[in-house]
Structure formats: structure tokens, C-alpha cells
């Protein structure tokens, strides 16, 4: 099988498919991140996943298969994204402290004209943090880069969750299982 394309520059979600073992190249395009106001926050992932897939598909010469996937937190409704500084990281956590909330990672297969798009949903409950705690995270992680401005494989993770329902790498950013086993009948 040729090398799949992964429409994502994000660390994390390199990792998984290094684990999984897939062989991939990297292949990202530009592109807006924006959904209609009232799409409901389940379909958001997917729906961004697919503008990720075709930015990356039009770009190419051959109908290579692309996975794009875009991974949200969703706390009373809304959707948190990352953060834009410190202060916006700090606030962030301290809402998520002592509190559950959903993570949920849209992906999209594509190939040519077929399109294969699902969410996967992982429910995450924080322990209470001390403010102590999250400003010491925030200056040594700087999670500016993570939905809900946290990585659950980094120490906030292993110190502040107190339980997880559902794929744990879901939450990293990409639900590898269910992943591996679209592509199998993908092909």
C-alpha cells in the first residue's frame, strides 16, 4: 500500500500513526477552520476534518488517501478551543477543574471521490486543580496549542484526571483503533 497522506501538522497525532505503525508523509494546507453557528458541536470535527482533506486533495496530482482529523472540547455546550495566551490557558483549566467534559475528534478518510467521515467521543473528568497547579502547568507545558488547553499524555494529565470514558488516544487527537480499522475496509 502506498503511503497514506496525514492532512495534519500536529505532533500527536504523528506519533499515534508512528505507533500504529502507518506508513504516512505529512501534507498540510492552509485552511479555514470556521463552522456554521448552529452546526451542532458533535458534527464540528468532521465537518473541519473534511476542509483539511480537500485542501490537501486539490493540491495534489493523484488520488493518494488522506486522513484529516480536528479534535474539539465541548464543556456545557460550548466548544473550547485553544488558547490564544497564558491568561485564556489559566482560565481554560480552571473551568475544566472538578468537571467532566467531551472530546471529540472528527476524521476523514479520502480517496479520489469516496469520502468516509466519523467522530469518535471521549468523556474526560478533571479532579480539582489548584490555581498553583494549572500556572504551573501553563509555564511549563504552554499548551497553546491543544484544544482545551491540555495534553492528557503531559503531567496535568497524569496528576489531574480522575477518569476517562472512552479511547484515551482520542483525546491525544486521533482515535487510532478505529482509525486502523476504517482503513482496512477502506482499501
Request: without cysteine; aromatic residues 8%; negative net charge.
Amino acid at each position: 500500500m502506498e503511503k497514506i497522506i496525514l492532512a495534519s501538522a500536529s505532533p500527536r497525532r504523528h506519533q499515534l500513526l508512528t505507533w500504529a505503525e502507518i506508513d504516512y508523509e505529512i501534507v498540510v494546507k492552509e485552511t479555514d477552520e470556521s463552522f456554521p453557528p448552529d452546526m451542532p458541536v458533535e458534527e464540528v470535527p468532521a465537518f473541519i476534518a473534511k476542509h483539511k482533506a480537500l485542501a490537501v486533495h486539490s493540491s495534489l496530482s493523484s488520488d493518494r488517501l488522506i486522513i484529516a482529523a480536528d479534535t474539539v472540547v465541548v464543556l456545557d455546550e460550548q466548544i473550547i478551543g485553544k488558547p490564544a495566551d497564558r491568561t485564556a490557558a489559566i482560565s481554560t483549566l480552571q473551568k475544566l477543574s472538578a468537571r467532566k467534559h467531551r472530546v471529540i475528534t472528527g476524521v476523514v478518510l479520502m480517496k479520489g471521490d469516496r469520502i468516509d467521515a466519523f467522530s469518535d467521543i471521549t468523556y474526560v473528568e478533571f479532579n480539582p486543580i489548584t490555581d498553583a497547579q494549572i500556572i504551573y502547568y501553563v509555564d511549563t507545558y504552554k499548551p497553546y496549542d491543544k484544544a482545551g488547553a491540555y495534553a492528557i499524555q503531559e503531567w496535568i494529565g497524569v496528576i489531574g484526571i480522575k477518569s476517562i470514558e472512552g479511547d484515551f488516544y482520542n483525546v491525544m487527537g486521533l482515535p487510532v483503533s478505529k482509525v486502523v480499522r476504517k482503513l482496512e475496509a477502506f482499501k
